[in-house]
Every structure is written in structure tokens, then in C-alpha cells.
């Protein structure tokens, strides 16, 4: 343990003060906590992977195709939950669906609302339990990422879960709203997904769209300190889901960038394109409608 700690110390993630090891407030939020803050970092780190995952990247170097994210096993899929799922309570619900003019009365109301790419269901679980009149059914191709779903929202009656591609969204179906949060630049087809999600959305409905905060400039993109960082997800993670087709288009964690976006939901009929930017360092919102 001592020499684990001395470890953490010699990489600034606690202090030593004499004999005594110190997590301080701020590292508390970062590493310890992930219900307080939408920067808890600790969950990207919990499965990390070894020589499997090794073999597979490799092996797609050599082919050209990618790995799904179910193939990376259960572990992968509950390390992006913590990764992600303060973000829902923190950032979604009180700040990001407010700037969406009538989204929050309508879910008051009593809204139906896709979530396409919902993973294991924590956006799903956390917008039922604080709209009951509203309706919500998450979508997502990996059968662990969806018993986890079903598990995490047994008791709500006002949740579902579905094994489904967001390209193979019911049509006609009339919704409300429709959350891609975070998944369409790992699709291998995300134009065939919002071209489903154009058909499925009412003719008033609104498609709310969260990815990664880049540009098509390289060079703009070497402003972020985390850019390395996330080029070795893209690597391991994201590139390889979207190349995980022999048609896929392989986008990677910063290819779904503001202007393919726009472009990729014009083509899908969704002209009207409005990005917000919250001060989330990592992400976009878009908000799109025909």
C-alpha cells in the first residue's frame, strides 16, 4: 500500500505531507466521488485492458476492421456508465434541456422520448425518474449494455429498453424528442442513424445531440490539453466501434465535429441545426429539427 501511495504522490494525484498521504477536495471530486461532479475522471480508468485488447487493435490495423463495443466485454461497458452517468444529473437535466425552448414543460407534460445509443440507460433512468409523465425508451446494439438498462430501470414503468441500432429506429413513430448523447461518432453508420431519427421524430420534434467539442482543424483541435488523451480513445474505443462494418465510416471520438454534424443532419433532412456550448469542456449540444 505504501509504495502504491508513494506512486500516486510521485504522479501529483495526492499530496504527502511527513508520513501522512492526503486526497485533497479537489482531487476528491476528480478521483473518489462520481456522484458529485461531471469531472469525475476515475471511471475512464477502472478497465483498463491488456493484451486482448492489444491483439484486437492490432488486428485491425492489419484489416481495416474495427470491434464493436460489446466485444469489448461487460467491463467496457459499466467503466463508460461511471464515466458518464453524473453528467446526466449535473449537466443534462438542469442546464442542457432548458436552453431547448418548451422541451421541459413538454416533458412535464408528458413527452415521448427516444434515446438512441443509450448504453446502459443511466440518461434513460435519470429523465424518467424526474418527468413520470413523460415516456422513455432507450435504444442500443449491445445486448450486456441492455440488460444492464433493463436492470438499472426495472421499477420505473415509465422506461424501456430495446436491443436496437439507432439505424433501425421505428419510423413514424412521432417522438418528441430523440437524445443521441455521446454515441454517434462511435457509429459506423451514423447517417443511416439520423436518417431513421428524421423519420421517427413528430413533425414539431427535436433531436438533441451531444458529442465531443472539436474542429476539422488539427490545429485548432492541439488547443485542447487533452487532445493525446483522446486520440488513445479513439484508438482503442471509438474509431474501432465505427469501423466495426466493412461499410462503416470510421469517424473516431473527434470526427462527429460541428460542421460534419450539420452536414451529416441536413442530408437526413434535419436543416435546422443550433449548436450550444455550456462551458462543457469535452462537449458540444446540438439541437436539430426538420
Known amino acids: ?53 492489444a491483439d484486437n487493435v492490432t488486428e485491425a490495423f492489419r484489416t481495416g476492421l474495427g470491434f464493436t463495443y460489446e466485444e469489448q466485454g461487460q467491463a467496457r461497458t459499466l467503466m463508460t456508465q461511471r464515466m458518464t452517468r453524473a453528467s446526466f444529473d449535473k449537466l443534462l437535466i438542469p442546464e442542457v434541456l432548458p436552453l431547448v425552448e418548451g422541451l421541459v414543460a413538454k416533458l412535464e407534460k408528458g413527452a415521448r422520448v427516444a434515446d438512441v445509443g443509450c448504453g446502459s440507460g443511466s440518461a434513460v433512468v435519470a429523465l424518467a425518474q424526474a418527468f ?20 438499472a430501470g426495472a421499477d420505473l414503468e415509465n422506461a424501456a429498453f430495446e436491443q436496437v441500432g439507432g439505424e433501425s429506429l421505428p419510423a413514424g413513430d412521432g417522438l418528441d424528442l430523440v437524445l443521441a448523447l455521446d454515441c454517434l461518432h462511435d457509429m459506423p453508420r451514423p447517417d443511416l442513424a439520423l436518417a431513421a431519427i428524421s423519420k421517427a421524430l413528430a413533425d414539431d420534434g427535436t433531436l438533441l445531440i451531444k458529442d465531443i467539442k472539436s474542429s476539422p482543424d488539427f490545429e485548432v483541435n492541439r488547443k ?21 462494418s466493412e461499410d462503416g465510416l470510421g ?6 465535429n460541428p460542421r460534419v454534424a450539420k452536414e451529416m443532419c441536413a442530408a437526413a433532412g434535419l436543416t435546422t441545426f443550433k449548436t450550444h456550448d455550456i462551458g462543457d469542456p469535452t462537449n458540444l449540444y446540438h439541437e436539430v429539427r426538420r
Do not use: H
Open 1 to 53: 500500500m505504501r509504495e502504491w501511495l508513494l506512486g500516486q504522490a510521485a504522479a501529483g494525484l495526492i499530496q504527502k505531507v511527513d508520513d501522512t498521504f492526503v486526497l485533497d477536495e479537489l482531487g476528491k471530486t476528480v478521483l473518489a466521488d462520481e456522484g458529485s461532479s461531471v469531472f469525475f475522471a476515475a471511471g475512464a480508468f477502472t478497465s483498463l485492458s491488456g493484451m486482448d485488447l
Open 132 to 151: 413520470p409523465n413523460s415516456r422513455f425508451t432507450g435504444y442500443d446494439p449491445s445486448p450486456t449494455a441492455i440488460a444492464i438498462a433493463l436492470e
Open 224 to 244: 485542447n490539453p487533452v487532445l493525446a488523451l483522446q486520440y488513445g480513445y479513439s484508438l482503442t474505443s471509438c474509431l474501432p466501434s465505427g469501423m466495426s
Open 251 to 256: 469517424l473516431g471520438t473527434l470526427g462527429f
